[in-house]
């Protein structure tokens, strides 16, 4: 071996540990921030989400009072002006889907303990998940499966699901079969892909039009639909038409109407009330949650029951968005934070809703 060889493999050795002392001290500044989270107030913990964060645009809502308010927050905490962003809400669309079968269930069309092969042409000798099992993460179904769109999207765009149609995933349930048992919760994109395809059976509509209708018509949220990637944020995620996961976390919306549908959510009226009744005790705060103070205690209709404090919420993530909608149906009271940034940058949209939530 020749000198300018043992060199260059010297240089890689080197390089490869400053990778791994640099993760490691990553990993460790992280435990010590986590670490710090819990006695942060909410105004701190917003402040240092946003110090030197070129370009973070994040609203803030609140109802109270019977009234809703909100701000706009930008780099170092600056106020902006009161502008109607257009934000992506990631996992927030499955409670519009949930509300979409609890609809259904009103209308008669659905029961929450028929299996879906009772909708949806499957194979006969396999066993199959109820309508409430994938409205609770309960089915036994994992998070999402492989389809081939997500090889490519690995290498082209931010959106994992973009491409994987629903033909895709029929083909997928019609080779899965769930024991007819008990599952723990597990949240599971492609439980609301499946739902999605039920609704569209129930109603002979596509998805979109359905959640477009429920948003506009039915609850009067003219800026809620499915993302065409206008808006003046930008670095939205790019999907198809009747992509088959529209349904877990395809829409855009914007303060005004989070804060309406909040409002409805308190107002409990019809099927939006049966959408927040518990269904299933699930038990899911692990010790990183109860130490950021994220309880997963019941679970109704895609709504996620916090116990211990008495409020009810969702959130939601993509790549570059992330936010979060709490209410508390006995104090009237409500939560909603709109974020432009990744789940992953500082502190996310639902520890900073959680803190707010808590010191109302």
Not at 49 to 57: F, K, M, R, S, Y
Request: hydrophobic share 40%; proline share 3%; net charge negative.
């Amino acid at each position: 071996m020749n000198r300018k060889t043992i060199i260059t493999i010297g240089l890689i050795a080197g390089l490869l540990i400053s990778i791994v002392i640099a993760l490691l001290g990553l990993s460790l500044y992280g435990k010590a921030m986590m670490g710090k989270i819990p006695a942060l107030s909410f105004d701190e913990a917003l402040h240092y989400t946003l110090q030197d964060n070129e370009g973070a645009v994040v609203t803030v809502g609140l109802l109270k009072d019977g009234q809703a308010s909100y701000t706009v927050y930008g780099p170092d905490g600056a106020i902006l002006p009161p502008t109607l962003h257009t934000y992506e809400i990631g996992s927030l669309t499955k409670t519009f889907t949930a509300t979409l079968v609890a609809k259904a269930v009103q209308e008669g069309r659905i029961s929450l303990d028929d299996t879906i092969d009772q909708y949806i042409a499957l194979p006969s000798n396999n066993t199959y998940p109820t309508i409430e099992q994938l409205l609770t993460h309960t089915s036994g179904y994992k998070s999402l499966y492989f389809a081939w769109p997500m090889a490519a999207n690995f290498f082209t765009r931010d959106n994992d699901f973009f491409g994987i149609t629903k033909a895709m995933v029929r083909n997928r349930l019609a080779s899965l079969s769930v024991p007819d048992t008990t599952y723990a919760y597990e949240y599971s994109n492609f439980g609301y892909a499946t739902l999605a395809l039920v609704l569209e059976e129930i109603y002979d509509q596509e998805y979109a039009a359905l959640v477009t209708a429920l948003a506009c018509d039915d609850l009067h949220l003219p800026n809620t639909h499915i993302s065409d990637k206008n808006g003046d944020l930008g670095d939205y995620w790019q999907w198809k038409a009747g992509d088959a996961y529209l349904s877990a976390g395809g829409l855009v919306s914007t303060i005004e109407d989070m804060l309406a549908y909040a409002q409805l959510q308190l107002g409990k009226q019809g099927y939006i009330g049966s959408s927040q009744e518990s269904l299933q005790h699930i038990g899911a705060t692990n010790e990183q949650y109860e130490l950021l103070g994220i309880r997963l205690d019941w679970i109704a209709m895609a709504w996620i029951i916090d116990e211990e404090n008495g409020f009810i919420w969702h959130n939601g993530a993509t790549s570059k968005y992330n936010s979060y909608l709490a209410f508390d149906p006995v104090r009237q009271i409500a939560v909603v934070i709109l974020s432009n940034l990744s789940a992953k940058s500082r502190i996310p949209a639902t520890v900073l809703g959680v803190k707010l939530m808590q010191g109302l």
